[in-house]
């Protein structure tokens, strides 16, 4: 299995933030959700990976190259779907496209307007006249016309209603069709990646909590529920996070054999989804 | 690189109508012995700077060095072509203000302003260069409020520069640099001269496009 993106150690330290060594990777052909709650670090790492920003440690390697030596040609192959708007509003599809495409080799302009169709968007309407929906459709288009490998989204789905952001997620469900593209896609909202996401890193206060396969996480994680008397001072240390009331608790487990042994039938095991493994890995334990 | 030129263009065709308002107040307001020397180093002038300072606000207002640099160019790319795009102003100027004059030739329009000739053009580069050798490494750094801090420093050098070198050559007539500035404008033809200062124009613009590059490397977004 090729490895597409592959992070090693990755370090950036801020006045008050410091993006801690992270390392995971991406095989080909496979969609990550790169998820974290809001200054986790997301659109720090993004902006690590894509040069945006310079690192103080660590390694970048995309296509089995190193970023910082061969950035021309990595860029040749990716596509970008950021949480803004970046290209010139006063201008139409059509304007954008005579201006970007002879930056990439592969562009292809019959792709272009097949996806413009396909998303709904007008070329010849500027794209300050788009919502913000059709904005980002637009960047995946733009992601789209030049046989992009690897297409990295910082938080796509941001400030989307809910009709376009199934509308993002659809399409990129039908992008991994092909077997050949892969995408890191960032947000906070985890039940964008319920659908769509083959592998899962979850990132906080710039650390990585834990990088895999989405079912293997899900398969781990397990929310307990019980009443009050059942959670000892040794149980609340061994949840990942606890939220109490005067009837009863609301745990989040990551070893599902040892809490049922310690339990039996007296607690109710549900499945964890991710935003349950991320509120209560971020809150901790909270009365 | 030459796609990065085109941008710049490609984005502010409403820039083009000034060619035809600041051709008509040069040819018109400017129609007098007086200015004649004048009019158009001045109408490219500024030409060149609403060009330039059009398209930078147009990349700052939509954030475009994010996307910039995200496509596959070098952040040397960038800061080159926006030194490149100042010679194609100047030509668009030139080209546009030499078309005006030729419809002004027509019978019946009152004014009959001459054609641009070499001088125009010599003068133009030297002060547009000066111009921007000035200002992009203050844009790189930052943004377009560089303007402001650029009209600051160019006040300051306005009234300080000129003063202080006078009073330096009369108090050291008998340095090397004096001596050389002094036999230049005395001694030498004027095409001795004119290469000697495009000379200088070229030294300092690649120290300002060095400074630019180091700037922009550094760069976060």
Redesign the interface.
């Known amino acids: 299995m090729h490895t597409v993106l592959e992070i090693e150690n990755l370090r950036k330290e801020y006045p008050g933030f410091t993006l801690n060594n992270i390392s995971f990777s991406l095989p080909r052909g496979f969609i990550m959700g790169f998820i974290g709650p809001n200054g986790a670090g997301k659109s720090t790492t993004i902006k690590l990976i894509m040069n945006l920003v310079k690192k103080d440690g660590g390694t970048v390697r995309i296509f089995g190259e190193r970023m910082d030596e061969e950035e021309i040609d990595i860029k040749q192959r990716i596509g970008f779907v950021y949480d803004e708007n970046h290209y010139y509003e006063e201008l139409t599809p059509d304007g954008i496209r005579s201006l970007i495409a002879p930056f990439y080799n592969s562009w292809d302009n019959d792709s272009f307007y097949r996806y413009l169709e396909r998303f709904e968007l007008p070329h010849t309407k500027k794209i300050k006249n788009f919502s913000r929906g059709m904005k980002t459709k637009f960047s995946l288009v733009i992601a789209l016309s030049h046989e992009a490998e690897l297409i990295i989204m910082d938080e796509p789905t941001s400030g989307l209603d809910p009709v376009f952001r199934r509308e993002i997620l659809d399409i990129l469900r039908e992008l991994l069709q092909d077997e050949q593209k892969s995408v890191l896609f960032s947000t906070h909202i985890t039940s964008d990646l319920d659908r769509i996401a083959d592998y899962i890193t979850f990132i906080n206060e710039g650390n990585v909590i834990f990088t895999d396969e989405r079912t293997a996480i899900l398969d781990c994680y397990a929310l307990v529920k019980g009443s009050a008397e059942l959670l000892t001072d040794e149980m609340r240390r061994e949840f990942v996070g606890v939220r109490e009331s005067e009837f009863g608790f609301e745990a989040l487990t990551e070893d599902l054999v040892k809490t049922r042994r310690r339990f039996g039938d007296k607690v109710v095991v549900e499945k964890a989804t991710l935003e349950d493994i991320m509120l209560y890995t971020v809150k901790g334990v909270k009365q | 690189m030459i ?1 990065l030129v ?2 710049d263009l ?2 502010q065709r409403k820039s083009f109508l000034f060619l035809l308002f600041i051709g008509l107040f040069i040819f018109i307001i400017y129609n007098n012995p007086m200015f004649d020397a004048f009019i158009y180093i001045m109408g490219s002038l500024m030409i060149v700077y609403i060009f330039l300072i059009t398209a930078n606000s ?1 990349d700052e ?4 060095d ?2 910039l ?6 952040r040397r790319d960038i800061v080159l072509a926006k030194y490149l795009t100042i010679p194609v102003y100047i030509l668009i100027s030139f080209v546009g203000f030499s078309i005006l004059a030729a419809v002004f030739k027509l019978p019946f329009i009152p004014i009959t302003p001459r054609f641009p000739n070499g001088i125009d053009i010599l003068v133009t580069v030297l002060m547009v260069g000066l111009f921007v050798d000035i200002y992009l490494p203050l844009y790189f750094r930052f943004g377009v409020a560089a303007l402001r801090l650029f009209q600051v420093i160019f006040l300051l050098a306005f009234f300080f520069i000129p003063n202080t070198l006078f009073e330096y050559a009369m108090a050291n007539p008998d340095k090397p640099a004096v001596q050389f500035v002094q036999q230049l404008f005395t001694e030498q033809t004027i095409v001795v001269q004119t290469l000697v200062i495009f000379g200088l124009i070229l030294i300092i613009f690649l120290i300002s496009y060095f400074i630019s590059v180091k700037i922009y490397r ?1 760069k ?2």
Not at chain 2, 61 to 64: A, L
């Open positions: 796609h085109k941008k490609l984005i147009e207002r939509n954030k475009c994010i996307m640099n995200s496509l596959p160019i070098t550094a976060e977004f």
